[in-house]
Each structure stands twice: as structure tokens, then as C-alpha cells.
């Protein structure tokens, strides 16, 4: 475990306190974690360095409540969490794993029809210079893939489908279905028509988003390459 500052500035003044940096990051995201797990203090601050507390009235006009559980929530969610240079580095490599996973498992060699071993993938990678993010795989591939094809034949591996979006879910799957939509078309009755390409290993996941999101009124067609 590692602790470090969040901070959030409200009017004039800053207000900071010590948490969790794993639990905290986790918390940020989204995820289901309870506040005693991230919390690492018992006071808020004005200046943790100085052991400068803030008072009730200051936490009153910031955050409508004294409650510190809830301030430490605020913070996390609105504020600036202190990231360490290893956990950074951390992230980075576990999203470096994904991506040659991902490669392995959806990628082939473009003249022999082969798939890439994890040892060819992490040297192409490195020799071509590939940026790596922390960011979802799906959203950096397309870069990741034009450094790889300096310096290896690859190809990703993908099913084109044909979906039809209820109008009443358009809101909810529109950004779901952006990094891999082809075309699209806006059906008279606002029903959403689109063509996608979909690498193959992330069929089964994304038609589970898919499905969980439109509760399965979503009609799809897989389109055979001729």
C-alpha cells in the first residue's frame, strides 16, 4: 500500500488529506470500494505540510457537510490525487501486457496467416517504436497497429457486423460502438443502422455490453466478406 495527498481547490482555499493511492485511483474510476479502504487520516487540511487543519465553517461552504467521509469521497472524485512515478510505471506495463495480449490473441501475419507469438509482438513493438497509453486497448490500437506495420506484416483479425439500435438506446451504445463503426445510418423512425468491425476477440465481450445495455433489443447480422 501506498499513501499519497488528494487535494481539491474550493474558492481561496485548498483543502488536502492522505489516502490509499491504489484505493483511492480505484475509487476515482468507479468502482465499488468502501471509503474506510482509501482513507490513510483523520483531518482535513488547509496545508498537510504545515498540519494546518481546516475548520468546520471552511468545510461547511466547500462541501455543504462537516461529514469527513464524505469530504474524503468529494476530494477523490472532484480533486487531484498524487501519483508516484512506480505507479505510473506500474499502470503502464500492466496496460503493455494488454496490448501484446490482445495482439497474440487478435492478430495475424498478413503473408502467412500465422498468429505472432508474445516474443515477436514485444520486439516489434520496441522496434517500431509503439506508444503505449493508459488507456482502454481498443482506443490506442489503431496507432499502436501503424507502428507495428514498419516493422512487421501484421493484420488484425476482425468480423463485420450489421446492427440495428432501437431509437430509445441510440444514447446509451453510441460511444460503445465508436471504435470500431465503419458506417452508419439514421433509420425515419430513429432507429440507429450501423456496420462494424470488431476484432475477433472481443466479440463475445462486446456483444455482452451490447446486450446489457439495450437489454437484447439490439437486431444484429453478421456480414460475410465475399
Known amino acids: 500500500m501506498t499513501d499519497t495527498l488528494v487535494r481539491l481547490r474550493s474558492g481561496k482555499l ?33 496545508d498537510q505540510k504545515k498540519g494546518m487543519k481546516a475548520g468546520n465553517s471552511e468545510l461547511e461552504i466547500a462541501f455543504n457537510t462537516t461529514d469527513f467521509n464524505e469530504i ?27 496490448v ?4 497474440v490473441r487478435n ?19 520496441k522496434e517500431g517504436g509503439a506508444k503505449i497509453e493508459d488507456k482502454s486497448v481498443e482506443k490506442q490500437m489503431k496507432g ?8 512487421v506484416p501484421i493484420k488484425i483479425e476482425t468480423k463485420k457486423i450489421k446492427i440495428v439500435v432501437p431509437a430509445v438506446h441510440t444514447g446509451k451504445i453510441y460511444g460503445l460502438i465508436q471504435d470500431y463503426k465503419e458506417k452508419e445510418e439514421w433509420l425515419g423512425n430513429g432507429d440507429l443502422q450501423a456496420v462494424l468491425n470488431i476484432p475477433v ?3 463475445m465481450d462486446f456483444y455482452d455490453k451490447l446486450n446489457s445495455e439495450t437489454h437484447g433489443s439490439v437486431l444484429t447480422e453478421e456480414i460475410r466478406e465475399e
Open 144 to 151: 499502436i497497429v501503424e507502428s507495428l506495420s514498419k516493422v
Open 14 to 46: 485548498i483543502f488536502e488529506t492522505m489516502v490509499d493511492l491504489d484505493n483511492a485511483m480505484k475509487l476515482k474510476r468507479g468502482d465499488d470500494i468502501d471509503i474506510s479502504e482509501v482513507i490513510r487520516d483523520n483531518s482535513i487540511y488547509t
Open 100 to 103: 501484446v495480449d490482445f495482439l
Open 107 to 125: 492478430s495475424i501475419d498478413s503473408r502467412t496467416g500465422r498468429p505472432f507469438t508474445p516474443e515477436t509482438i514485444e520486439n516489434a513493438l
Open 201 to 203: 476477440g472481443l466479440q
Open 72 to 98: 474524503v469521497r468529494k476530494l477523490i472524485l472532484k480533486g487531484q490525487v498524487e501519483v508516484t512515478k512506480e505507479f505510473r510505471d506500474e499502470k503502464l506495463e500492466n496496460r503493455r501486457k494488454q
